[in-house]
Nanobody, 116 residues
Framework: QVPLVESGGGLVQPGGSLRLSCAAS????????MGWYRQAAGKERELVAV???????NYADSVKGRFNISRDNAKKTVFLQMNSLTPEDTAVYYC??????????WGQGTQVTVSS
């Protein structure tokens, strides 16, 4: 079973919105942190947002006020609501999960393209 299954990427115009989802149903252990990273062409992978089991959140400065991360613990799913998208948000977005034992998992990546 695939540990993480991502969905929700696609093409959107500047100023538009997208919602990413990542289901971690393939992970047996309890989950601590869940989050999203992104990697634009020619750039290093960077943190976008993370949420802990206690619902503490952390965002990259570039997305604060525009993106919102949330999670459904019962479904082991994390969401990333992205609003006011700009071309600079174009990247492959990767889901990230860390279990209470320190195991780390990455999703396969979903492309987000912001273009008119």
């Amino acid at each position: 079973q695939v540990p993480l299954v991502e969905s929700g990427g696609g093409l959107v115009q500047p100023g538009g919105s997208l919602r990413l989802s990542c289901a971690a149903s393939g992970i047996r252990f309890s989950i601590n942190a869940m989050g999203w990273y992104r990697q634009a062409a020619g750039k290093e992978r960077e943190l976008v947002a993370v949420i802990t089991s206690g619902d503490s959140t952390n965002y990259a400065d570039s997305v604060k006020g525009r993106f919102n991360i949330s999670r459904d613990n019962a479904k082991k799913t994390v969401f990333l609501q992205m609003n006011s998208l700009t071309p600079e948000d174009t990247a492959v977005y990767y889901c990230y999960v860390k279990t209470v034992f320190g195991n780390q998992y990455w999703g396969q990546g979903t492309q987000v393209t912001v273009s008119s």
